[in-house]
C-alpha cells in the first residue's frame, strides 16, 4: 500500500502512541481530582500543554485545548458578532461558521494566496475579524500572513486616529502547518491559531485555540469550567500528551523532513506524465496537486485504490459529499480540470521507492484510462 492522503489524516506515531498509552491505564485519573496521582496527572497536561505552547511561541495558558481543529475554529469565530472576513478557500469548518455569521468572502488570486488589494477594499470600520488559514488544505498554499497583519497594524493606527475603538483580529487555522512549518505566532501576528494533532502524527479529535490577551471569546460549552472556562470538560489527557510528542517530534525533525518531501515532489513532478502542476508555487513540498484534462480524477482514486495507491481529489470532507471543489475553483479551474485533478501529499508513511513506483502506477492507471476513454468515444461514432 501506498499511502499519498497525508492531508487527510496521518497514522499516530509509535513515539506519540507509547507516550500517550499510560494515561489510557495507569496514570488514567481525573486532573481535577486531589489526591496525589490525579495531581501528577494534572501537572503533566499541563507540561504537554506548555509543549505545544512554547511550540507556536505561546504559553500554555494561552491555549485552549479542543477535541479538533472544527472545535477551536468555531470557538474562534466566538470573538465577534460584527462583521468578518474570510478566504473564500477555507477549510469548511471555517468557511461555514463565518458564512453562518454573515461572514464576507475574501478573494484569492489564481495561484492561491490571498488577493491582498481585495482583502484592503473589504476592511471597514465594522471589520472585526479575519480568518486565512495559514496553509491550505486542498493546495498546500502558505498564505503571507505576516504581510496581512501588516495590513490590519496600518488599520488599527488609522482607526485610532479617527478614535474609532473597534477590535481587529486575525485567526489563523494551521491544521496542515505544524509539519513543515516553524511557527511563532508573534511573528505571524496572529491574535487566533488552530492547531489539530490528527494532521501532525497525533491523534485525531484533539486540537488546540490560542488565543491572545487582546482577543475575547465565549465558551461553546458551559459546565465544569475547564480551560479557563472556555471549554469545559474532562481534560483529555492521552490526547493532549500524545499532541505534545507529536509536536516536539515535528519540531525535531523540521528541516530534514522539509528536505526530503522538496526532494520527492521534484522526483514525483519528473516522473509522471503528461499533467499540469497546479500548485506551482508558495506551497508545502508535501502537497502536489495535478490535473489530467478531460480524465475523469474520482476513476482514477478509484482505479489506484485496486492497484494499492491512495490518494485525493480534493478535501476528504468535499469528496466524501461529491460536492466540487470550492478552492480549485476559486483560483479560476475549469470546471473539467477540477473534476481531472488529483492531490498527492507526502508523509511519514513514505519511502523514495514508493515515490517512484507511485509515480510509475499513476502514469499507467492515467494511461489506461485515456485508452478506455478513446475506445468508449469511438463506440458511440
Ligand atoms: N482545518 C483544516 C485546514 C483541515 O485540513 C481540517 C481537516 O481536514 C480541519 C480544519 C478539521 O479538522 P478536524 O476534522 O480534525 O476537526
Known sequence: MIYLDHAAATPVSDKVFKA???????????????????????????????????????????????????????????????????????????????????????????NGLVDLKDLRERITDETELISIALVNNELGTIQPLSEVSRIIREVKLDRM??????QLLLHSDASQALTLLDI????????????????????????????????????????????NGLRSGTENVPGVIGFAKAVELAKDHLNGNRKKYAAWRKILLSELKDYELINKKHALDSFVVICYDGIDAERLVFLLE?????????????????????????????????????????GETNTMEQVREAAEMINDVVKKEKKFRAKRSMAFI
Open 161 to 166: 486616529k479617527r478614535g474609532i475603538r473597534k
Open 306 to 346: 485496486e492497484c494499492g495507491v491512495y490518494v485525493a481529489t480534493g478535501a476528504a470532507c468535499a469528496a466524501s459529499k461529491g460536492v466540487r471543489s470550492h478552492v480549485l475553483a476559486a483560483i479560476g479551474l475549469s470546471e473539467s480540470q477540477i473534476a481531472g485533478s488529483l492531490r498527492l501529499t507526502l
Open 20 to 110: 500517550m498509552k499510560p494515561y489510557f491505564t495507569t496514570d488514567f485519573y481525573n486532573p481535577s481530582a486531589a489526591y496525589l496521582p490525579a495531581k501528577k496527572v494534572s501537572a503533566d497536561y499541563e507540561a504537554a500543554k506548555a509543549t505545544i505552547a512554547h511550540a507556536i511561541g505561546a504559553k500554555a495558558s494561552d491555549l485552549v485545548i479542543t477535541a479538533g481543529a472544527t472545535e477551536a475554529n468555531n470557538l474562534a469565530f466566538t470573538a465577534t458578532k460584527a462583521r468578518i472576513l474570510y478566504l473564500e478557500t477555507e477549510h469548511d469548518s471555517v468557511r461555514r461558521v463565518a458564512e453562518a455569521r454573515g461572514g464576507k468572502p475574501i478573494r484569492v488570486l489564481p
Open 184 to 227: 511563532n505566532v508573534a511573528r505571524l501576528g496572529v491574535d487566533l491559531l488552530t492547531l489539530n494533532a490528527a494532521k501532525v502524527y497525533g491523534p485525531k479529535g484533539v486540537g488546540a485555540l490560542y488565543v491572545s490577551h487582546d482577543a475575547r471569546l465565549h465558551p461553546l460549552t458551559v459546565g465544569g469550567g475547564q480551560e
